[in-house]
């Protein structure tokens, strides 16, 4: 059995290797660099097959403009 080539000597032969003796971490890796190239691309492809935002999350409740109701019973 010879010895694990050596990424930068050969990138290739080394993502093979990888890939058959230690594929969680190759995948995990690929998966990992997929993820900033996805960026700017989703968002376009979303919005051209009709997936629109969401309107944002209200940050403050709306205070009505009428007097309070005045509790009876048992206050908190």
């Given at each position: 059995?010879?010895?694990?080539?050596?990424?930068?000597?050969?990138?290739?032969?080394?993502?093979?290797?990888?890939?058959r003796e230690?594929?969680a971490?190759f995948?995990s890796?690929v998966?990992?660099?997929?993820?900033?190239?996805?960026?700017?691309?989703?968002?376009?492809i979303?919005?051209y097959?009709?997936?629109?935002?969401?309107?944002?999350?209200?940050?403050?409740?709306?205070?009505?403009?009428?007097?309070?109701k005045?509790l009876?019973?048992?206050?908190d």
């Amino acid at each position: 059995m010879s010895a694990a080539p050596h990424f930068w000597a050969t990138p290739l032969k080394y993502c093979r290797w990888a890939s058959r003796e230690r594929p969680a971490l190759f995948w995990s890796v690929v998966i990992g660099a997929a993820g900033p190239a996805m960026l700017p691309t989703v968002p376009p492809i979303r919005r051209y097959f009709g997936d629109v935002d969401p309107a944002p999350i209200p940050v403050t409740y709306p205070v009505p403009n009428s007097p309070r109701k005045q509790l009876t019973g048992y206050d908190d």
